[in-house]
């Protein structure tokens, strides 16, 4: 039995890893790594287990801590699921902490490689989005126009340099964990395109230093977790072709960002160097049509793993 739960626990805290390594990476999403391991539906269920119900259980059995309220408080809690969030929070967290010491290397010697392969990924990743969308009807396709103008939008708003605020990186953190529940837009991304991505991997690379900025994203992340796996649940039953279509819009739109970053970056440009541009950003498309490719294998074997 003992060894059954350290492989099982082994087996998470790997996907956790897993989740961690591309959720710093903007166009992979966290989110998809979970979907293509089958873990997804457990994720969302245990989240959305954090309910107004388990707060009332709590503050009733510290109000009132008899047998009756210590039961309620017990089947709430086991209903949460601890262990395995436990588990593959450690692992997240671990990729994370190693990860943005190498993300901020490249982004501070190969910015515009780095970028470059960003971009490959981000665009791909694209098609995740549209493999899950079932129908394409026009009045489902208009709502993909109104995404890309929203995302275009949003780059064109937020400049490329930020001075973050408390209150902008708690919004950072709030949008950014929004990654686990949508296929194919990562955290990271949206970081991106806030201006914050920089910002956080130097915050989480030093740590101590940028302490009240960091617990600032993670209160951000914490609400935004418990609050977008309700809503986006609600807009998925409510209409999915729809919802994934203006994401589908988002993406392409908010590829301004890193686009700008590179055509704005001070370096030369020649020869060589463009062939290295066209090289990391292939290496991008490649890397997502690999795991894209793993997933659709996955579900063609178990079929187990749906959206909301």
């Known amino acids: 039995m003992k060894n059954t739960n350290f492989y099982q626990n082994g087996s998470i805290f790997l996907k956790g890893l897993l989740m961690g390594i591309c959720d710093v990476i903007p166009g992979i999403s966290g989110g998809t790594i979970a979907f293509i391991t089958g873990i997804y539906t457990r994720l969302i269920t245990a989240i959305k287990n954090f309910s107004p119900q388990l707060a009332k259980s709590v503050f009733k059995y510290f109000a009132n801590p008899n047998r009756e309220n210590n039961q309620s408080l017990k089947e709430n809690i086991a209903n949460l699921d601890l262990s395995f969030l436990i588990v593959l929070g450690i692992g997240i967290f671990s990729a994370i902490a190693a990860g943005v010491r190498v993300l901020s290397f490249l982004l501070d010697k190969y910015l515009v490689y780095t970028i470059s392969f960003f971009i490959g990924l981000i665009l791909t990743s694209s098609k995740i989005i549209y493999d899950h969308i079932e129908t394409h009807r026009m009045q489902d396709v208009f709502f993909g126009f109104l995404g890309i103008l929203l995302g275009i939008s949003l780059s064109l708003a937020i400049p490329l340099k930020i001075t973050p605020t408390y209150a902008y990186v708690f919004l950072g953190g709030f949008l950014a964990v929004s990654a686990m529940f949508l296929p194919g837009i990562s955290g990271a991304f949206i970081l991106l395109i806030m201006g914050l991505y920089e910002f956080i991997i130097g915050i989480v690379r030093d740590l101590p230093s940028g302490f009240t900025y960091f617990l600032i ?45 590179i055509i704005q970056s001070e370096e030369y440009f020649t ?26 294998e996955r579900r063609s074997v178990s079929g187990s793993e749906k959206l909301p």
């Open 217 to 261: 994203f993670l209160a951000g992340a914490l609400l935004g977790a418990f609050t977008i796996s309700r809503f986006i649940t609600f807009l998925f039953q409510k209409d999915k072709n729809k919802t994934l279509y203006v994401l589908l819009g988002l993406v392409v739109g908010s590829l301004n960002t890193p686009v700008r970053k």
């Open 271 to 296: 020869v060589l160097r463009i062939v290295l541009i066209v090289a990391m950003f292939a290496l991008g498309i490649i890397s997502v049509w690999f795991i894209n490719r793993v997933k659709q």
